[in-house]
């Protein structure tokens, strides 16, 4: 980097190409104050406040620090009384529109943090006349009296969430922030991102929760954590506010995942912790209430159906009983459901307790129904299921396919990122059924017909063979099986999958000749890819794209399913599945299986377990009569969710830990009150496999425990002489079992905070672009294996004519158990709905707002419909978090046969308007 040595303040320095003179003050230790600018990430500098400013020896006019850049030999007074007299003259022009300090919005501002240190706190000029306040969005307040005009937060919502809705107004002092055309922030189309409000240096935009009803803030944190947020599998390291023992207020940290960016969830989702639902003691049925799948239990009032007990009654009780069941009716009578919500930790333990106490291999949890058969894909062409390089490779793309998901919605600090390459000039292609707010970037959005995609996707690796766009010399070194899927893509034609797919011919050739000619091309999928009956094939079909046009390995390049859940990664990889062992090592192979029972003191069953919807039907059978569930809720998520919940209902014996008592725990035996994510602390990996540690902000709830601690207690019930201390011995011993956690200590872990694995040095970072020089398999090529059109499971009929398909909005979460319990998401988006396109509205006769009958060969329900552009004709999109709506009763259970995974995004279904509703029904 070139180095160029000026003058600062009469002392030598030195600046790196592109430093401004306020970075490289602020590497001297120099204070130059500054309002406009924002030295974090992504931000950049503007000049307009003025604030500022510095005198270059032999200029006319001074020069504003935060964008100047040095040159040789200048000479640079920060504060020569030129410079400290335009300082002070700045802040006390704007000190004079400014509400008193003491009332003012935020009087610990960074804007009057600046004020004291230049020494104006009162002006000699007239205030100007200012604007009404907006108390209109239930987590944001909006305060244009305090505003500056410095421009932060419309860089904020334009340039670095990318979100365009923030922008300046009218003309001269008329000037205004607004927010779309000029609406209150709470009707305008703000997806509450907060990014504007940790922008803002005057307290013009506040969190709601810091304010009184005069509007001057009130709240202030007694102290400070670092942490992660609790959701999806972004992994955004996070600030929790902590007030007497409460959080307050999230902030995001400049993490490697998200540069202090945060969504609306992961800003203002906290607070289901708090909620008086939770669970503080443990809780046993009742003896006379029996079990029945339509049973519901009131959360605020379990005692209904059961009633509290002493921690040392409930553990007894709940091993008792699966103890009995493994002694009297075998190892295979007993199944475990682990969470992807909980620490890396949490994971080894149970799956280790479910092989070791229960004696086989039947655990699992929700990566079987996310990204089962992407997995499945993966190990059979790459012998690894993890993401080949992080989201923030957009970065450095020239061109991006999104097939399959809806990042704005499910991951939206990556989607940031993906943004912000298309500003920069990346080409975007969004491949998906729904259009989206993606969409809107993309150079080009293919909106096939669902369930088709491996037509269209063998439609494009035809073009890219045929028409010799092929990179050979990547294909002859680092693959195989390339001859035979030449062979088979003969009948692919994208003249001949036009009419299947519904996407042009020519718009087919004109991507696949992009993906395959860019210099660096990268995919990600979603759960659109996954979660078919042909999920495992759409993935197949992905890989082999990447493989012969060598577009992996490589900065910018790769493959990388975007995953679900906060620790879907890291559950996975910490064993919680039926066919592996920790770090996918098979149940089936001896020689793999040898250390851990060596280790574990104990033999291990060699024969795969059952997946989640197989142990649904083991019940049912009569094959599985006794279950421990931990953090998931099976009775929500699971497909054709009457007959799970059937099942649940007919166990012998059920152990729920949870924080509510969930839909799960209606049908439960015996119901542990657990710890919430801010409430523990461990390791969680993110969609990048980096490994982050998690603290623990405040303590559970009453009586509520550590599951750590509860998974420890039911083994030791069970005869297992377990004695861990805390999450840094179990994760001692999974470094012992685990290859990818090989120079990745819980020591590193605190003193760094975050590291991807793999990591080839203890003092190296790891590596975030993998197979860059080969693959994990016996060969060392990645295997390309050919795809076969499918169609779905179910199709539409005369009976059932429309596609139903699930998924999730912006500010719910899986189930809801948690974001339906935050004030802020569930005001946000307080009732079950479900979209249609406002054509199929009218055709219906249906209005906004109406209540539709939604019916499939499984089940039915009532709710509100809403008019949605983004989806196409003859479909139904319905979010599955609602309980009083919920979508997985209508979903069809058929299994993708490689991944097992059910076909969520895919079955028919028959919708129909039904009388209006009155106000007291």
Known sequence: MTKIQFELDGKQVEAINGETIWQVAKRQGREIPHLCYSPEPDYRPDGNCRACMVEVEGERVLAASCKRTPSVGMKVKSASARAVAAQKMVMELLVADQPARATSHDPDSKFWHWAEKVEVTESRFPAAERWHGDASHPAMRVNLDSCIQCGLCVRACREVQVNDVIGMAYRNHDSKIVFDFDDPMGESTCVACGECVQACPTGALMPAVMLDENQTRVTYPDRKVDSLCPYCGVGCQVTYNVKDEKVIYAEGRDGP?????????????????????????????????????????????????????????????????????????????????????????????FQKLVRTGFGSNNVDHCTRLCHASSVAALFEGLASGAVSAPFAAAMDADVIIVIGANPTVNHPVAATFIKNAAQRGAKLIVIDPRTQALSRHAYKHLAFKPGSDVALLNAMIHTIITEGLTDEQYIAGYTEGFDDLKARIKDFAPEKMEPICGIPAETIREVARMYASAKASIIFWGMGISQHVHGTDNARCLIALALITGQVGRPGTGLHPLRGQNNVQGASDAGLIPMFLPDYQPVGRTDLREPFE??????????????????????????ITGMYIEGENPAMSDPDLQHARQALAKLEHLVVQDLFVTETAFHADVILPASAFAEKSGTFTNTDRRVQLAREVIRPPGDARQDLWIIQEIAKRMGLPWNYSGPADVFAEMTEVMPSLKNITWERLVREGAVTYPVDDPHKPGNEIIFTTGFPTESGRGKIVPAHVIPPDELPDAEYPMVLSTGRVLEHWHTGSMTRRSNVLDQIEPEAVAFMSPKDMRRMKVWPGDFVRLETRRGAVEIKVRSDRDVPENMVFMPFCYAEAAANLLTNPALDPFGKIPEFKFCAVKAERIEMRTAAE
């Open 598 to 623: 060596h280790l574990w003191h104990q033999k291990l069953d060699p024969v795969r377990g059952l997946t989640v919807v197989e142990i649904i039907n083991a019940i049912h059978a009569g094959e």
């Open 257 to 349: 995942a998200n540069h202090n960016r945060l969504c609306v969830k992961g800003r203002f989702g906290f607070d289901y912790i708090h909620h008086p639902n939770r669970l503080t003691k443990p809780l046993v049925r009742l003896p006379n209430v029996r079990k029945d799948a339509n049973d519901q239990v009131d959360p605020a009032n379990p005692f209904t159906h059961f009633r509290e007990a002493s921690w040392e009654e409930a553990l007894d009780i709940a091993a008792r009983g699966l103890v009995k069941i493994r002694d009297e009716k075998g190892v295979k009578a007993l199944a475990g459901f682990g969470s992807a919500k909980g620490s890396n930790e949490e994971a080894y333990l």
